[in-house]
């Protein structure tokens, strides 16, 4: 059996890879992350014990580390979802998205090279890294129009400035060195295991505890949604079918405003769990001042990957959506424990603090 190198595994949408993977029966997964906020192993306790899954708390940018491990695991493949991931959070302190997204991309990407260089001739030419990425390296659309694979990278906060130099990088070391590098960029994903400082958990966490639901500036900013597990089968699609050096942009094709999202998680749960007034939720929704540099609307063609490797979404918003919130009611233990002592759901990313 093989084994797959994937980073940042106790994140949300690692920890969704990493189980869709594991439930295959056919590689052995080692995951490093370095548990920052963001990653929580509460997310795989159900597959701690799995004999084909380990666990290696550490940093991809901590190159001896990485060396080491690559040197002992003889990884098939490198699957990069490390990253500080808020764009809140990058507002109020770039620093550590620089450190980890584009230092960390670019130590791992030394430590895979100098790995694949002498590797074996069979592994060399199977060896895959795959990159992780945003469709937010496009920056801000108009009312019309989707990104492509070929659309100019123009990000516009310090998380996408820090996710674009991360995938230029990864663009350079195909180019000049050959390693055979993939990079998927993905629009905005939901589904369970998402820290609940992210648009759809902190509304249903909030609007259950009796707390406001903060809407930037008029609710009118659009993102396409894809639930988790499809964006995790677009990227075994990617890893398994796809030609290194290409990209391939993953979207729902489910656009909705932030207003449209936030009505459907109230009228969600006062169906699932009313309010005792008999009221709506929506009834908390407070429209606050807009995150600054706020991206107007993004929206993905992902026509490509479904031309090319044959990948479509299978969940639809509806369920997709019902499946998400149920999850959070229903798992309160790890909403409880993941947001101790790091988030209280209060505002970020005004950037008033320096
Ligand atoms: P997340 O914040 O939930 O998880 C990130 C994980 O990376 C955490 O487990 C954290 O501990 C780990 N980590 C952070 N810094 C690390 C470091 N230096 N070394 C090792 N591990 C580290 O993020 P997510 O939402 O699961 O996103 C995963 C990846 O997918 C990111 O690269 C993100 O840019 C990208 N992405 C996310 C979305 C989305 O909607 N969430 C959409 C498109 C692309
Ligand atoms: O309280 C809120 N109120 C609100 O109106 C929060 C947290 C968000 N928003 C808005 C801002 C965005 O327009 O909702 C939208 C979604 O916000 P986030 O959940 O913070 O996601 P976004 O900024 O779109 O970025 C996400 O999708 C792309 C992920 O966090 C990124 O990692 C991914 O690359």
């Not at 949300?12 to 890879?17: A, L, P, R």
């Not at 380990?54 to 490198?78: H, W």
């Not at 920056?139 to 990104?147: A, D, E, I, P, V």
């Not at 677009?234 to 999202?261: D, H, M, S």
Request: charge should be neutral.
């Amino acid at each position: 059996m093989e084994t797959w190198l994937v980073t940042g595994g106790a994140g949300f949408i690692g920890s969704n890879f990493i189980r869709h993977i594991l439930a295959q029966n056919m590689v052995k997964i080692v995951n490093l992350d370095k548990l920052t906020y963001a990653g929580n192993l509460l997310s795989l306790s159900d597959i701690t014990h799995n004999p084909d899954y380990t666990f290696v708390r550490g940093a991809i940018e901590d190159l001896p580390l990485v060396q080491d491990l690559l040197c002992r695991c003889r990884p098939a493949t490198i699957v990069n979802f490390a990253a500080e991931s808020h764009v809140d959070r990058s507002i109020d302190g770039p620093g550590q998205f620089i450190q980890t997204n584009i230092v960390g991309t670019f130590q791992l990407l030394e430590a895979a090279r100098a790995y694949w260089l002498q590797a074996p001739p069979g592994t060399k030419a199977a060896f895959r890294f795959i990159h992780i990425s945003t469709d937010e390296v496009y920056g801000s659309l108009g009312s019309s129009g989707r990104f492509s694979e070929r659309s100019a990278y123009a990000p516009n906060s310090p998380y996408s400035a820090s996710k674009a130099a991360a995938d230029h990088l990864v663009r350079a070391y195909h180019h000049t060195y050959g390693l055979p590098v993939l990079t998927t960029n993905c629009s905005n994903n939901y589904g369970p295991f998402q820290f609940p400082e992210k648009l759809i958990p902190l509304m249903t966490l909030s609007a259950v505890a009796g707390k406001e639901l903060p809407v930037y500036g008029d609710g009118g900013n659009a993102r396409d949604w894809l639930y988790v597990l499809d964006h995790c089968r677009a990227i075994q699609a990617v890893l398994v079918k796809g030609t290194p050096g290409q990209v391939y942009n993953i979207g729902g094709g489910n656009e909705k405003t932030n207003l449209e999202i936030v009505h459907a998680v109230c009228d969600l749960l006062d169906r699932l769990q009313p309010r005792k007034d008999g009221h709506s939720y929506r009834r908390q929704i407070t429209f606050v001042q807009d995150r600054p540099g706020h991206d107007r609307r993004y929206a993905v063609d992902a026509g490509k990957i479904r031309r090319e490797l044959g990948w479509n979404p299978k969940e639809t918003f509806d369920l997709g959506l019902r499946k998400t919130v149920e999850w959070y009611l229903g798992n309160p233990n790890w909403c409880r424990e993941t947001l101790r002592g790091s988030y209280y759901g209060e505002r970020l990313g005004l950037g008033t603090t320096a």
